[in-house]
């Protein structure tokens, strides 16, 4: 099992700039995440799905969207890049049945917007 | 992450006992966790404690859960240098796995 992988792993826009971060995990996880992680402000949740075609806001939604239109994919968007949006992005994954609720985490996509 | 906190920084000497604290705010909360960060790498589950216990032992690592309080901690026994890195202390909320609250994390190094 790969876990959860993202792509790409590192990426520089210019401000106005669009793009697409792709999250996959291949735990069949009902539940996905994306966080943005910067520094001294741990993990704020941008926005979350709980199943296939369904997704919510978080803490820091604006600025970004995001599509669940596969069980395994979760892909974060900037349609219009701003310098506030340099961070490390973190996707994760959960299984929603019982037990601890665990999250899995991908290994990151550091973006810097100039 | 402004409701549950964290110290940002804890220097131990190799060897030593790491002690790692934390507050969290929502009384309601059923599970409590702590990941580590390794550079450049995504959080790792460490351990987790369940709201009704009070303590957990796993090998080197103990988490104690204080309710009345809301203080979570997390002691490291033996500290080594491959403990080394970012620990974040996180609660899940209303049983609901979308409403999973991270501290700010704590880094943790070592000293020889």
């Known amino acids: 099992n790969a876990g959860v992988t993202q792509t790409p792993k590192f990426r520089v826009l210019k401000t106005g700039q669009s793009m697409t971060l792709l999250c996959a995990q291949d735990m069949n996880h009902e539940y996905m995440y994306w966080y943005r992680q910067d520094p001294g402000m741990g993990l704020r949740l941008i926005h979350y799905?709980?199943?296939?075609?369904?997704?919510a806001k978080g803490e820091v939604p604006d600025g970004y969207n995001v599509s669940r239109l596969k069980k395994q994919n979760f892909l974060l968007g900037l349609e219009s890049a701003a310098p506030s949006q340099t961070s490390v992005y973190f996707c994760?994954?959960?299984?929603?049945?019982?037990?601890?609720?665990?999250?899995?985490f991908g290994p990151g996509t550091r973006l810097t917007v100039t | 992450g402004e409701d549950v906190e964290q110290s940002l920084f804890l220097s131990v000497r190799e060897g030593d006992s790491s002690v790692i604290n934390c507050t969290y705010t929502d009384s309601s909360s059923t599970y409590l966790y702590w990941y580590k960060q390794e550079p450049g790498a995504g959080l790792q589950l460490l351990t987790y404690i369940f709201s009704n216990m009070d303590m957990k032992q796993d090998q080197r690592l103990t988490v104690l859960l204080n309710k009345k309080d809301k203080h979570l901690s997390l002691r490291i026994a033996d500290t080594q240098t491959g403990d080394s890195a970012i620990y974040f202390c996180a609660e899940m909320r209303y049983s609901s796995a979308s409403k999973i609250i991270f501290g700010s994390g704590t880094r943790l190094s070592i000293r020889p």
């Open positions: 799905s709980v199943g296939e075609g369904t997704t």
């Open positions: 994760a994954s959960s299984y929603s049945g019982q037990g601890s609720y665990e999250q899995y």
